[in-house]
């Protein structure tokens, strides 16, 4: 008998995630005083799958009667919740985050279908970060004694949050947690293209006993939006485009409404020749394409110093060509869809103005499926600090890549933007590491890894990312008053 | 002179090594990656008590897994001690499955060169084509890194026509960056193939170590064109984990490597485990595990 030898071909074949994992209802009403209830001068859109492009459910968008109504909801049940025990208003957020963590399946599922995020992403991250904010600010509800070194304090009232649409269930869970421990009343506002997590969310706060009218949610699109910062709130927590948190602040100047703000960025990552390369590369992968870049701290701006430049492009390239884009619901997509027709313009035309101011663009090439809004992961070499897409937040996969010469120099180009949001320092050299982050002008600066988030981390930026701390001990500060 | 690491970042190496294992392999890419992972396997017995019985028993599995599903390939080959190997030789004879025999002192590697060198010569008068040696770790851990280079080159010269592995026991490495440094050691003094473990140290091959190497491979590759394999031995006892190993050399290296040529896995219980899981995948459900013949 002589061997067996036939010539295999090995590739992956199709896991996707099951849709039954999800039952959505065709409709949803609005989420207010702990009821549904219809928008009395809103009106219903459909929320689509931007992989597909297909239906998948009605909403309710709220109008300007409707926030007004939200708000009241929230306003009747401050008292009560500001004077609920911190013991217990710990309990409801643990109850919270528990079924959070139960319905974890089907909020994947979700939040994949209406956001074209890879279902690897929403099952291993934006799932169970959200469930471990309401764990940790569970525990600070009746520590904020401590949280706050003694000062008297107390609740703001009534908080209006507006999330983005890119982490549309983690986004909150980041504003209702911390708002909740602190003893405030929240109205939240989903972002247009992503309200069905946060809709689910309402289903688990109605299961979850929390007294009516804590939590309110009215998906809508930015004219809710506007409608709610102005309203009778008395704190504002705004995350998405530079552009909408300064008309935010405009809005709110001169009054006693707090704000935060969490807005774009452009944020540096930075490699220098002693690091690790391999893991590095790793880390420009995960900084940009996680989320297909729609991360307001993506690392879309790579300084390399220039004596590894080449090596790392090249790797870097390489491992872009690995890179799995494709239907999201798929366990092993790496890269999924586009969220929306606008933000793929948006993206189409910032890569059209790099490619005229003479940068050197590299697209992967790779089949993308015919419906739906897609965009293959790119960088762009050859490109000059001036240009449009080394200074304008892209917010999507695509990397602009420099080079530097030495620490100083990384440190001026990091810095050399309006933004200052994140950055990544890539070194196996500790002294280094610690002097180059503590130079740059960014809220949050990770060494030797990127795009990690915790809930007791503090997040947030400088210049026009924003202002206030989200996470942790300091992301209670802009929940209450102190007295 | 002081040795230079090239910097490998644990945490990182780790995660990604565990973000590959969290592929999910179904259906027609499970049944063919068991194929692919049966065909890769050096079967291998090394244990004082093996017998001439025991190994032509071996070698039987090793052409014929399974009668009962003649698809099931061949085995790449059977990794015995040099004093069976003509036992192997014999019974292998005509059956395209290679005859690999470890040497040079294995496990440990303390013996003198010139006892490593004769019993290198030895296995391979006796039939085997490829030998599988360890590094001497006690000159690499010293530092002697040029000690650790010539017993190589003397190995390989030593093995004449036959394919040189070589085991870096990275249970006893210090870090990563050792990995990745002693595994370019040995590619430059004339390894074939670089193997991970002895399979006798605490750890085998941990996707982490197997990552690290098969890095080193590629970047080798990349400058000088010159194909070195990978044999993740120690510790591959189940499917998962041989799946694991396919996606960690197709995600690196790429499909070209996705050959016996140039990735084995060094195992003795992953046999059975390959062949229950086909069986699975074949008729719906798991057999019993005596349903598969012990060796």
Known sequence: ?483 | MSRSLIPVSRIGVEERAAALGRRSIKTTAKRQGILLATSMIDLTTLEGADTPGKVRHLCAKAVCPDPARPEIPSVAAVCVYPSLVAVAREALEGTGVKVASVATGFPSGQTSLAVKVEETRDAVAAGATEIDMVISREAYLAGDDARVAHEIQAVKEACGSAHLKVILETAELPTYAHVRHASQLAIDAGADVIKTSTGKASQGATPGVVLVMLETVRDHFERTRQVVGVKAAGGVSTTKAALHMLVLVKETLGDEWLTPDRFRIGASSLLNDLLLQYAKLDGGHYGRPEDFSKE
């Open chain 1, 1 to 483: 008998m002589t061997a067996t030898r036939t010539k295999l071909h090995w590739d992956y074949a199709p896991a996707p995630e099951s849709r039954d994992a999800a039952t959505l209802k065709p409709s949803y009403d609005l989420f207010i005083g702990g009821a549904w209830s219809a928008p009395t001068d809103g009106t219903r859109i459909k929320t689509i799958n931007p992989a597909t492009e297909e239906e998948l459910a009605e909403v309710a968008f709220a109008g300007p009667g409707d926030v007004a109504r939200a708000v009241e909801a929230a306003r009747a049940a401050a008292p009560g919740w500001a004077a609920t025990a911190p013991l217990e208003r710990g309990k409801y957020l643990f109850r919270i985050a528990r079924l959070i963590q139960e319905r974890a399946r089907e909020l994947a599922v979700v939040e994949t279908l209406d956001g074209g995020k890879p279902i690897r992403e929403s099952r291993d991250v934006d799932i169970p970060l959200a469930a471990a904010h309401f764990f940790s600010y569970a525990g600070w509800a009746d520590k904020l004694d401590y949280a706050l070194a003694g000062r008297a304090h107390a609740p703001r009232g009534v908080v209006g949050q507006v999330v983005p649409w890119n982490f549309p269930l983690l986004m909150a869970a980041w504003k209702l947690a911390p708002a909740l421990a602190c003893g405030n009343t929240a109205v939240l506002k989903p972002a247009e293209t992503t309200p069905l997590t946060a809709l689910l969310l309402a289903e688990i706060v109605q299961e979850s006993g929390l007294p009516d009218g804590v939590i309110n949610i009215i998906p809508g699109d930015g004219s809710a939006g506007a409608a709610l910062v102005r309203s009778n709130v008395d704190k504002v927590a705004f995350t998405g485009s530079t552009a909408v948190g300064k008309e935010i602040q405009r809005a709110l100047a001169g009054t006693d409404v707090g704000l935060t703000l969490e807005l774009g960025g452009k944020s540096a990552n930075i490699l220098f020749e002693d690091a690790a390369l391999d893991q590095a590369v790793e880390g420009i992968i995960e900084g940009i394409f996680f989320n297909q870049g729609h991360v307001c701290c993506a690392g879309s701006r790579l300084l390399l110093q220039e004596s590894v430049a080449e090596e790392v492009v090249r790797k870097l390239w390489a491992r872009m060509e690995r890179l799995r884009v494709g239907d999201p619901l798929d366990k092993n997509t790496d890269v999924g869809a586009i969220n929306s027709a606008e933000q793929l313009a948006r993206i189409s035309e910032l890569v059209e103005a790099g490619e005229r101011e003479g940068a050197t663009r590299r697209s992967i090439t790779c089949a993308l499926p015919e419906t739906g809004y897609w965009f293959p992961p790119t960088l762009f070499l050859d490109v000059a600090p001036a240009n449009r897409i080394t200074v304008e937040e892209i917010f999507g996969p695509v990397v602009s890549v420099m080079t530097f010469r030495t620490p100083k120099e990384a440190v001026e180009r990091a810095n050399n933007s309006a933004y200052g949001l994140a950055a990544g320092v890539w070194t196996d050299n500790g002294a280094k590491a610690f002097e180059v982050a503590s130079a740059l002008r960014a809220g949050v600066v990770w060494q030797n890894t990127y795009n990690k988030f915790d809930p007791t981390a503090a997040f947030g930026g400088y210049k026009e990312s924003g202002f206030g701390r989200e996470g942790g001990p300091a992301g209670l500060l802009p929940y209450v008053r102190l007295t």
